[in-house]
């Protein structure tokens, strides 16, 4: 039995991966794409952004297992096996980087440090009157088990949160909820510090452009941990512009690398970081895919199996 371990990001180390998964599951023979070996021997197929087709070659593949949150690059892959479990990482370490960076942005906005940052350039000694933490509301966008744990960290720090997803949702504790299209304004509108986590997917894609962007009340701010896709990029540099969004925190973007010529870049307003907000820790997401896999083989499901009706 053997696990293909293929990606075509180069800042994903292979061989920390691959020794990761080795040391998790000695029971199986650890392979880096495209040292492949026999075809047939290939049960397994942990993947980031694998090279496009190559899942096809292994027909005794029992299922694709994501390095990452999010699955959009495995389904982008026109040339996908038909009908194979895909699973995506909910791992500790990565939900728990995901909390540390929401809460370095919505700290920083919350107390007025982007201004802080400006001031100093023209030596102004200003006091922002600051605001407590009850008073201020964060949106959470897609509230799945890391918005959900931004969430209750929030809270624990006195926020008030409430979520939008598509779908109804029970046991969010504190967490007000609202679903679906005709309650997105409503979330919206009430929302200082947005903070979106959702998946890209075909309702998603495009999901905030200029009329739902202009729904959030002016001054408020956007962190944006989930895709790139979600955010229409025009729009928001456009409602940026006007100042009725203050800032903006963008971690994921339409095009990764961010183009060179991208105006985001050398907006006054945005701040960037090259989709780092929660890296795969190979460590503890080895043990994570070594679980599913042994479940796999003892005939149970895998946790979280990619929905195709959901999209994620
Ligand atoms: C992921 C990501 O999906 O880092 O894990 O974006």
Known sequence: MAILLASTDFWEDMEVWSSGLQEAMPEMDVRVYPDEGDVNDIEYAVVWKHPRGILTRYPNLKAIL?????????????????????VRLVDKKLTHEMILHSLHWVLHFHSDQYLYRIQQQSR????????????????????????????????????KVIGWGASPKSSLGAIEYYYGQEQLSGFLSQTDILINVLPLTENTKDILTKTELSYLPKGSFIINIGRGGIINENDLLSILDTRHIAAAALDVFAEEPLPENNSLWDHPSVYVTPHIA????????AKTIAENIRLIEMGESPYPIYSLNSGY
Do not use: C, Y
């Open 278 to 285: 929660g890296q795969s820790n190979p460590s503890s997401a």
């Open 66 to 86: 994501s390095l990452g949150a999010g699955v959009d690059h495995v389904i982008s892959d026109p040339e996908l096996p038909d009908e194979l479990p895909i």
């Open 124 to 159: 102004e000694w200003i006091q922002q009157s600051s605001v407590q933490s009850e008073d201020r509301t964060i949106g959470i966008m897609g509230l799945g088990n890391i918005g959900k744990a931004i969430g209750d960290s929030l809270i624990n720090l006195d926020f």
